[in-house]
């Protein structure tokens, strides 16, 4: 992959795999002054269209700032996006990936007093047989089964936090908090017949941040990180001079797994700068896996 994949100051990737298409959406991108989100197209993981703007606060009554780390989803022939806004989480539905969006509840979905947790970094799961699961939370991660229509958006069944079932793995009683275990950003795929969970640790401005992972034989859990003497589950973190890899998005690209993630850009003048980069991963056997940064190219 030649990094960074993009040429716009953006992080908190999510791409959505629709067919042999490839809509990527985050945090930023847009331009300093838009309160938003944009999309990207491409067919191969590398070459990425413009960004095309596809939702704006202005059109979203309870939203006006902290348009961060977004997520989609095609249902029944609609596509679906969890959006943050001023660190609540929203859903907004429309009938082609990079068209304009509307806010379906016209209020949060998941609002700031609802969870012990903020309630950041939603993530969507769809599963075989069609149902779709939304992640989401820093501090803690929850994930519940959610119904989706043009008109509506409500959470069913068991509401669980996968982020216990990581502290339990390693005898941390909870309700503790422990970065280096769990912070942000889950995102879930299926590969084979798994659900790979993978999330980040430390904080977004800290060199160390980087993802871990965890895999289930089901979409809720019990999700278990594959510890031993021989390997941490550390699926991906900065080297060298590269700092900051994480909050990134699992995607399969014929046959072979990719991870695409933000990490610290290299111009150090600005307090903050991200880059978008992608790197593919390296199964080191059946639960096992890596992915190593690679200098920008450009």
Request: with cysteine.
């Amino acid at each position: 992959m030649r990094n960074p994949v993009i040429k716009e100051s953006a992080g908190d990737p999510y791409i959505l795999k629709d067919g042999e298409n490839y809509y990527m959406t985050a945090t930023g991108g847009g331009g300093r002054d838009f309160q938003g989100f944009v999309c990207w197209h491409s067919t191969d993981l590398q070459h990425w269209s413009e960004p095309v703007k596809i939702l704006d606060f202005a059109n979203v009554s309870w939203a006006q700032s902290k348009a961060w780390a977004p997520s989609m989803v095609e249902k029944d022939g609609f596509y679906y996006f969890a959006f943050c806004a001023d660190q609540q989480i929203g859903i907004a539905v429309c009938e082609t990936p990079m068209g304009t969006y509307r806010d379906i509840l016209g209020k949060p979905l998941v609002a700031k007093e609802d969870y012990d947790l903020q309630t950041i970094d939603p993530c969507f799961l769809k599963d075989d047989d069609g149902k779709v699961y939304l992640a989401f939370g820093q501090g803690k991660c929850m994930m519940s089964e959610i119904q989706l229509t043009p008109t509506s958006a409500r959470f069913v069944g068991e509401m669980v936090c996968l982020s216990e079932m990581l502290y339990r793995q390693v005898s941390i009683d909870t309700p503790c908090v422990d970065k280096s275990i769990y912070n942000e950003a889950p995102d879930l795929i299926k590969i084979g017949d798994r659900y790979l969970f993978s999330w980040a640790i430390y904080d977004v401005l800290d060199y160390r941040y980087g993802v871990r992972y965890a895999w289930s034989q089901h979409p809720m859990g019990p999700y278990i990180m594959p510890l031993d003497f021989d390997h941490d589950n550390i699926l991906l973190q900065g080297r060298h001079d590269i700092t900051g890899c994480g909050h990134a998005c699992v995607t399969e690209y014929q046959g072979e797994y990719y991870i695409t993630y933000g990490r610290h850009n290299r111009d150090r003048s600005h307090a903050f700068g991200r880059e978008m980069c992608c790197e593919k991963i390296t199964f080191l056997d059946e639960d096992h896996l890596i992915a190593v940064p690679t200098r920008c190219t450009d």
